[in-house]
């Protein structure tokens, strides 16, 4: 099993809504980011922990806030 890694903080904007029940699946198998085992699926159809996604989403929106401020986007 992959090393663990931390999870970043929430979004700025708020946190995820995983509340469908879609978001949910019977047979656990590792995140994608942290590789601990969860029931839970992204929006793809992907294990990930809701905090691990929050986090991933949370860097992209950064990356995203930091290249418009340098006018690369």
């Known amino acids: 099993m992959p090393p663990r890694r931390k999870p970043a903080p929430a979004p700025a904007g708020g946190?995820?809504?995983w509340s469908h029940s879609s978001h949910f699946h019977r047979d656990a198998r590792p995140c994608r980011?942290?590789?601990g085992m969860t029931h839970l699926r992204d929006d793809h159809g992907h294990p990930s922990?809701?905090?691990c996604a929050e986090?991933?989403?949370a860097m992209v929106v950064d990356v995203?806030?930091?290249y418009a401020s340098?006018?690369?986007l």
Do not use: I, N, T, Y
């Open 33 to 35: 980011s942290c590789g």
């Open 49 to 51: 922990h809701k905090v």
């Open 55 to 57: 986090a991933e989403f």
């Open 70 to 72: 340098q006018e690369r």
């Open 64 to 66: 995203a806030r930091r």
């Open 15 to 17: 946190l995820l809504d």
